[in-house]
């Protein structure tokens, strides 16, 4: 099957920005990103010139916002690359309905938004480790580093992160739950989505691109040539919080 886009089903710390960034610089296959997620609407509108909306669903503007949104994830590749977390999924098929003046399903508006579709499951086996990394980022407000050590992304000044189990479990729950959501999203629509894991990802960055690539009709040997940007955060103290809630 030839696909037009591609979308990176996922939870939060699962490897979704590493991968992100290695389609991104393939050069081949659109720009993927969270334009859906609802915190970075205004961001993506003001940066795009999209006219801010009457209301949150307003029709003029999400279907201004889509046709950039088009540009910007196509990146003058012929392929459409989009990041969508399962928390944002309710949002996004409101806003596509405002879109197209219609009542569907989020699967059927995407297609129609987007074109014949590559759904890309991206899941981490070890919820505890994913857990822990996401009450760490939550906490110091430090969600990326590069490879050279710098920081990539940051959300609030600096703060010293501290151990809080019933924080870290809740998180595991709320992952554990959001992910159990996406399988049932692919089998309630009898759709076979690529599976990809964020152990398999960080370990071999490279061979996953080319897999991906070469589920998206692409050519897979460029990745070859494409060398991760984002580092893993994960040290001794991820460990030792992993330990105290095993």
């Given amino acids: 099957m030839s696909f037009s886009a591609y979308i990176i089903c996922a939870t939060p710390r699962s490897g979704s920005t590493l991968l992100c960034d290695l389609l991104t610089a393939s050069g081949i296959a659109g720009r993927p990103n969270s334009y859906f997620r609802s915190q970075d609407i ?8 999209v006219d801010d909306p ?3 669903f307003d029709p003029t503007f999400n279907l201004a916002y889509l046709a950039a949104m088009k ?4 990146a003058g590749t012929g392929i459409f690359g989009l990041r969508l977390m399962w928390q944002a999924v309710s949002d996004t098929e409101k806003r596509l309905n405002a879109a197209f003046g219609k009542t ?3 699967a059927t508006l995407l297609e129609l938004a987007f074109g014949p579709t590559l759904f890309i499951h991206l899941s981490r086996r070890d919820k505890d480790a994913q857990a822990v990394s ?5 906490q110091t407000g430090l969600w990326h580093v590069a490879t050279d050590g710098s920081e990539r992304e940051r959300t609030t000044p600096p703060h010293a992160p501290f151990f809080n189990a019933v924080q870290i479990n809740r998180s595991r729950d709320r992952l554990i739950t959001d992910d159990e959501n996406w399988s049932s999203f692919f089998d309630q629509r009898g759709f076979e989505p690529l599976r990809i894991f964020y152990e398999d990802l ?3 960055p490279q061979a996953t691109l ?6 998206l009709g692409r050519d897979a040997n460029i990745s070859s040539t494409i060398n991760p940007s984002t580092a893993k955060m994960a040290d001794h103290t991820s460990f030792l ?5 095993s």
């Fill in 210 to 215: 080319a897999g991906v690539l070469s589920s």
């Fill in 54 to 56: 009457t209301t949150d």
């Fill in 42 to 49: 205004s961001y993506w509108a003001g940066l795009w010139g």
């Fill in 202 to 204: 960080a370990d071999k």
């Fill in 71 to 74: 540009r910007a994830g196509l």
């Fill in 134 to 138: 996401l009450v760490r980022a939550e």
């Fill in 104 to 106: 569907a399903d989020v």
């Fill in 241 to 245: 919080w992993k330990q105290r809630i």
